[in-house]
């Protein structure tokens, strides 16, 4: 650490932002705000939904794939990442893997399904396959979900920011939240790619600079290694498949990668954006480009997470005061390290906020394109007239929920550290989804109220294990020891903690000593507490949340579907089906392959390059043929009863 500086920890006092770094955090939102309003005069003369919610269809993959980044690596990611580094292991270096997977199945198994049906809204893919009952409580689902989601991403960043730096609170909610609201409302997806973009590129920046410069603060990123290979906080090699440990390689594999899944497989806000690219194999080159962009947001934030665990090894700030959660140890760490540096806290706070914009700015889109498709078009189609009207009602709505994410910001201080809350979200409200989703483009024989019963079932059962979770608070024991032995308590009004005084006094084999004493402690604890069995049920791993609900919605919709008869595979129309055999058996004989389809007839369907040149006819303006949905929903309208399908 640099001689000539005091820190946090020795003066007792936090650094405070400067006038740049507020200029640099007002240039980021004028920016932003600016990108919306070139894309609303530009097209100031389309007044279409297509292009409102859609890019007119014709994006390049490289934005898409950039903005599918920045829409749930957000600010939480940001936070939440570095504290989950100090606080215990490297052990959730392994969720890395399990993007892999994720993107290997949202691009291969549920997009083209998506693509070939060329839906808006993903929830118009449930009244095809199953009726207009089970598409709307998937996108009343959808919409709650987002709602809370955005509230957490917007609370967030303020409330680190405020607790560490003085920087107003409800004055960086509101200017973020209006900024945001502003350009979604006026510019459309357009605003939101590019917003995204470029928000994408000061969260990188950000990044390095907090990771180039902390490492130089401990004496190279290798010291800061070395210093959590002796405290134990290096850890790749749990494979306990316990379900009840927070982490572990299969906790972080496999049930990340259905917690995952469950944004990019299902989520509208993902789907939306691959949509707007003009094919669909640029729609999944732009899900492959993500993948190392994932990785590479994760591994930053997690090698930023070991710097911060070095720089403060003697002196936890949390005990000590300077903090009072986890999630706002990267603003502290930031402001110790870079506060010297006229800019840099800004730029920090212009990267922290850019990944709450992307984020809120695709929400807001995507719940006006669910509830315009689902929900306007569906029961107040006689008013919806015009493209016009219906891409005003797209701008009120992303204007109103705007709003009501605003309000809703207080709700999310009460939902504990932001990382853990997000992806607990995802699982006990995206899981459901992503299980109805499953159940329909895999099990053919599945019907609506299997499928209905099922999604139910399985919100009700999660959100059962949530709120138990809340309720019960399993414990769950800070792996990585601490100490404040490096702490200055002669300026604090408060006494250092007796049991971690004397942590560091001892040599470093008393220390590991210690170490893993404390781990068979804390091993032996969640054994004896989660004898009992109610205990045990609430205390699943929250990264096990959406593979649980999926599972859930699986086995209860197929047994309700075989009570009240199944559907005959050969009269649905293939296009609602992934021949998931095809997709990842392709070199197994057809005599094989065959039985596998389950009497779908896929041999009906048109091929991707044929449906991809029709998608695109229709953007070129050759063709105005209706999806398969408008012109169910006409026959419905006209009293016919004819079905489009």
């Given at each position: 650490?640099?001689?000539?500086?005091?820190?946090?920890?020795?003066?007792?006092?936090?650094?405070?932002?400067?006038?740049?770094?507020?200029?640099?955090?007002?240039?980021?939102?004028?920016?932003?705000?600016?990108?919306?309003?070139?894309?609303?005069?530009?097209?100031?003369?389309?007044?279409?939904?297509?292009?409102?919610?859609?890019?007119?269809?014709?994006?390049?993959?490289?934005?898409?794939?950039?903005?599918?980044?920045?829409?749930?690596?957000?600010?939480?990611?940001?936070?939440?990442?570095?504290?989950?580094?100090?606080?215990?292991?490297?052990?959730?270096?392994?969720?890395?893997?399990?993007?892999?997977?994720?993107?290997?199945?949202?691009?291969?198994?549920?997009?083209?399904?998506?693509?070939?049906?060329?839906?808006?809204?993903?929830?118009?893919?449930?009244?095809?396959?199953?009726?207009?009952?089970?598409?709307?409580?998937?996108?009343?689902?959808?919409?709650?979900?987002?709602?809370?989601?955005?509230?957490?991403?917007?609370?967030?960043?303020?409330?680190?920011?405020?607790?560490?730096?003085?920087?107003?609170?409800?004055?960086?909610?509101?200017?973020?939240?209006?900024?945001?609201?502003?350009?979604?409302?006026?510019?459309?997806?357009?605003?939101?790619?590019?917003?995204?973009?470029?928000?994408?590129?000061?969260?990188?920046?950000?990044?390095?600079?907090?990771?180039?410069?902390?490492?130089?603060?401990?004496?190279?990123?290798?010291?800061?290694?070395?210093?959590?290979?002796?405290?134990?906080?290096?850890?790749?090699?749990?494979?306990?498949?316990?379900?009840?440990?927070?982490?572990?390689?299969?906790?972080?594999?496999?049930?990340?990668?259905?917690?995952?899944?469950?944004?990019?497989?299902?989520?509208q806000s993902q789907i939306q954006r691959a949509i707007t690219c003009s094919t669909l194999?640029?729609?999944?080159?732009?899900?492959?480009?993500?993948?190392?962009?994932?990785?590479?947001?994760?591994?930053?934030?997690?090698?930023?997470?070991?710097?911060?665990?070095?720089?403060?090894?003697?002196?936890?700030?949390?005990?000590?005061?300077?903090?009072?959660?986890?999630?706002?140890?990267?603003?502290?760490?930031?402001?110790?390290?870079?506060?010297?540096?006229?800019?840099?806290?800004?730029?920090?706070?212009?990267?922290?906020?850019?990944?709450?914009?992307?984020?809120?700015?695709?929400?807001?889109?995507?719940?006006?394109?669910?509830?315009?498709?689902?929900?306007?078009?569906?029961?107040?189609?006689?008013?919806?007239?015009?493209?016009?009207?219906?891409?005003?009602?797209?701008?009120?709505?992303?204007?109103?929920?705007?709003?009501?994410?605003?309000?809703?910001?207080?709700?999310?201080?009460?939902?504990?550290?932001?990382?853990?809350?997000?992806?607990?979200?995802?699982?006990?409200?995206?899981?459901?989804?992503?299980?109805?989703?499953?159940?329909?483009?895999?099990?053919?024989?599945?019907?609506?109220?299997?499928?209905?019963?099922?999604?139910?079932?399985?919100?009700?059962?999660?959100?059962?294990?949530?709120?138990?979770?809340?309720?019960?608070?399993?414990?769950?024991?800070?792996?990585?020891?601490?100490?404040?032995?490096?702490?200055?308590?002669?300026?604090?009004?408060?006494?250092?903690?007796?049991?971690?005084?004397?942590?560091?006094?001892?040599?470093?084999?008393?220390?590991?000593?210690?170490?893993?004493?404390?781990?068979?402690?804390?091993?032996?604890?969640?054994?004896?507490d989660s004898y009992n069995i109610m205990d045990r049920f609430y205390s699943l791993s929250?990264?096990?949340?959406?593979?649980?609900?999926?599972?859930?919605?699986?086995?209860?919709?197929?047994?309700?579907?075989?009570?009240?008869?199944?559907?005959?595979?050969?009269?649905?129309?293939?296009?609602?089906?992934?021949?998931?055999?095809?997709?990842?058996?392709?070199?197994?004989?057809?005599?094989?392959?065959?039985?596998?389809?389950?009497?779908?007839?896929?041999?009906?369907?048109?091929?991707?390059?044929?449906?991809?040149?029709?998608?695109?006819?229709?953007?070129?303006?050759?063709?105005?043929?209706?999806?398969?949905?408008?012109?169910?929903?006409?026959?419905?309208?006209?009293?016919?009863?004819?079905?489009?399908?």
């Amino acid at each position: 650490m640099a001689g000539d500086r005091q820190y946090s920890f020795q003066t007792g006092q936090k650094n405070e932002f400067q006038v740049l770094d507020y200029i640099l955090f007002a240039g980021l939102l004028i920016c932003s705000a600016g990108i919306g309003l070139f894309y609303a005069i530009k097209d100031r003369k389309k007044s279409n939904t297509k292009d409102f919610l859609l890019a007119g269809g014709d994006m390049n993959p490289i934005p898409v794939a950039l903005s599918l980044l920045a829409s749930f690596m957000s600010a939480i990611t940001l936070l939440g990442t570095p504290a989950e580094m100090y606080n215990y292991t490297t052990i959730y270096w392994w969720i890395g893997l399990g993007y892999f997977f994720v993107i290997l199945g949202a691009a291969h198994v549920y997009m083209p399904v998506f693509y070939r049906l060329r839906v808006t809204s993903s929830y118009e893919y449930l009244e095809l396959r199953f009726g207009k009952t089970s598409r709307t409580i998937g996108a009343i689902i959808y919409v709650v979900q987002m709602t809370l989601y955005m509230s957490i991403v917007l609370y967030a960043p303020s409330l680190a920011l405020n607790a560490v730096t003085g920087f107003t609170l409800w004055g960086s909610i509101w200017a973020v939240g209006l900024v945001c609201i502003f350009y979604t409302t006026i510019g459309g997806m357009k605003a939101v790619l590019w917003t995204d973009t470029f928000q994408v590129g000061m969260m990188l920046a950000g990044l390095l600079a907090v990771l180039i410069q902390g490492s130089i603060e401990v004496g190279g990123f290798s010291k800061a290694w070395e210093r959590s290979v002796a405290t134990g906080r290096i850890n790749f090699v749990d494979f306990d498949p316990d379900p009840a440990i927070r982490h572990s390689f299969w906790t972080c594999v496999v049930g990340g990668c259905f917690t995952w899944l469950s944004v990019y497989g299902a989520n509208q806000s993902q789907i939306q954006r691959a949509i707007t690219c003009s094919t669909l194999r640029r729609a999944q080159l732009a899900y492959w480009l993500n993948w190392p962009g994932l990785c590479i947001i994760l591994y930053l934030c997690a090698m930023i997470g070991t710097v911060i665990y070095a720089f403060y090894e003697t002196c936890d700030p949390k005990t000590y005061g300077l903090i009072t959660a986890s999630d706002q140890l990267l603003p502290l760490f930031v402001l110790d390290v870079l506060g010297h540096i006229p800019g840099i806290p800004g730029l920090f706070v212009s990267c922290l906020f850019s990944g709450a914009l992307s984020t809120l700015s695709s929400g807001l889109n995507s719940i006006a394109a669910v509830l315009l498709q689902d929900v306007l078009r569906v029961f107040c189609v006689g008013r919806i007239t015009s493209e016009t009207i219906a891409t005003n009602a797209s701008k009120i709505i992303a204007l109103i929920f705007g709003f009501i994410c605003l309000g809703l910001t207080y709700v999310a201080s009460l939902l504990g550290g932001v990382l853990q809350a997000a992806l607990a979200l995802f699982g006990v409200i995206g899981g459901p989804l992503l299980g109805v989703f499953t159940l329909g483009m895999m099990f053919p024989w599945a019907n609506e109220k299997g499928a209905v019963a099922g999604m139910l079932t399985s919100l009700t059962l999660m959100l059962w294990i949530s709120v138990g979770y809340q309720i019960h608070k399993p414990k769950v024991a800070t792996f990585s020891p601490i100490s404040v032995e490096g702490c200055n308590w002669n300026i604090s009004d408060k006494s250092p903690p007796p049991h971690l005084t004397s942590f560091y006094t001892n040599s470093l084999n008393q220390s590991s000593t210690l170490i893993n004493s404390t781990i068979t402690a804390a091993a032996e604890m969640t054994k004896e507490d989660s004898y009992n069995i109610m205990d045990r049920f609430y205390s699943l791993s929250y990264l096990w949340y959406s593979a649980t609900a999926m599972i859930v919605v699986i086995g209860v919709g197929m047994a309700v579907s075989a009570i009240t008869g199944f559907e005959k595979p050969s009269e649905m129309d293939p296009k609602l089906f992934c021949p998931i055999f095809d997709v990842f058996c392709p070199f197994l004989p057809e005599k094989i392959r065959k039985p596998l389809r389950f009497g779908v007839q896929y041999d009906k369907m048109k091929s991707c390059g044929e449906i991809e040149m029709d998608f695109q006819d229709k953007i070129d303006g050759k063709e105005e043929e209706a999806s398969p949905l408008q012109g169910k929903v006409v026959a419905e309208v006209n009293g016919d009863g004819s079905k489009a399908m």
